[in-house]
């Protein structure tokens, strides 16, 4: 390697470590397995949000109350172009965050993009494997205009293969796609420090890109009964009054963006 190839390589290895510094953005994911994590470049503001809870839904005459678990996040300023579009998200979990599927029904459908909107809540079977809901930004990448709108959805009982656990979002999108979006959210155990699980987001395309998504929430919450005893599909502890997460968000352009959060919990309780 000549002089000036060496000098370029130290200046942006230079560059590279103060912009992480700036950021506080620790190398997680897919960096971990050997793929290397790239700061999206700007003036040190996160591109995208991340947020995730846990805790206790009121109690009611049928049961005390279902375990909430929350994950949400969305792109802080796609509105004038500034950072380029999400494709995949992968979220870690905290041991003491657990998917309990039990004997629940299960519903399965092709992931991706279908023109048969409701065909699943037509469905007694998917009915009976609702587990949570959903709720999408979407915005679409017309060149004239580039309008916002919302996707409300649930949250599908997937099922387990091979130790992984599936959960199946629906999302019908109104005028003008007039469509309904799969989303397939394999979520697998991993042992990585206090993470136990990580679920794979991958964000389908919309009308051959003429849409993209901005934003995804998700609530899980289902109490149900198994062989006469009461069961949640989210179960949660809290033994050193913290939880903590990870999150790996992928852009179209292949730039990534992390970070680990951690919020108190009480301990003992599912807050």
């Not at 992480?20 to 793929?35: D, F, N, Q, W, Y």
């Not at 950072?83 to 029904?105: C, H, N």
């Not at 009982?157 to 394999?186: F, H, K």
């Amino acid at each position: 390697m000549g002089h000036r190839a060496r000098a370029a390589g130290a200046a942006l290895a230079v560059a590279a470590i103060g912009l992480t510094a700036a950021l506080a953005v620790p190398v997680v994911g897919e960096a971990a397995s050997g793929e290397a994590l790239i700061i999206v470049p700007g003036s040190g503001e996160a591109p995208i949000k991340f947020d995730f809870g846990v805790s206790r839904q009121p109690s009611s005459a049928t049961g005390p109350g279902a375990t909430n678990l929350k994950l949400e996040f969305e792109v802080t300023d796609a509105s004038n172009g500034a950072y380029p579009y999400l494709t995949r998200a992968k979220v870690g979990l905290d041991r003491s965050i657990k998917l309990e599927p039990g004997d629940l029904p299960t519903c399965r459908r092709p992931t991706g993009e279908s023109r048969n909107p409701g065909q699943v809540a037509r469905s007694e079977k998917c009915r009976r494997a609702v587990v949570g809901r959903a709720e999408a930004r979407i915005k679409l990448t017309f060149p004239e205009t580039q309008p916002e709108f919302t996707s409300r959805g649930k949250i599908y009982n997937g099922g387990i293969r091979g130790g992984t656990t599936d959960l199946l979002i629906e999302l019908p999108i109104g005028a003008p796609l007039d469509s309904t979006a799969w989303i397939l959210v394999p979520v697998r155990p991993v042992e990585r420090g206090r993470i136990g699980s990580e679920a794979a987001i991958t964000l389908p395309k919309l009308a051959d890109d003429l849409a993209v998504f901005v934003g995804l929430r998700l609530e899980l919450a289902r109490d149900f009964s198994e062989d006469g005893e009461p069961k949640g599909y989210v179960t949660a502890d809290c033994r050193d009054g913290k939880r903590a997460a990870t999150f790996l968000a992928r852009f179209i352009d292949g730039t990534q963006y992390a970070e680990e959060p951690i919020r108190a919990c009480t301990p003992g309780s599912a807050r």
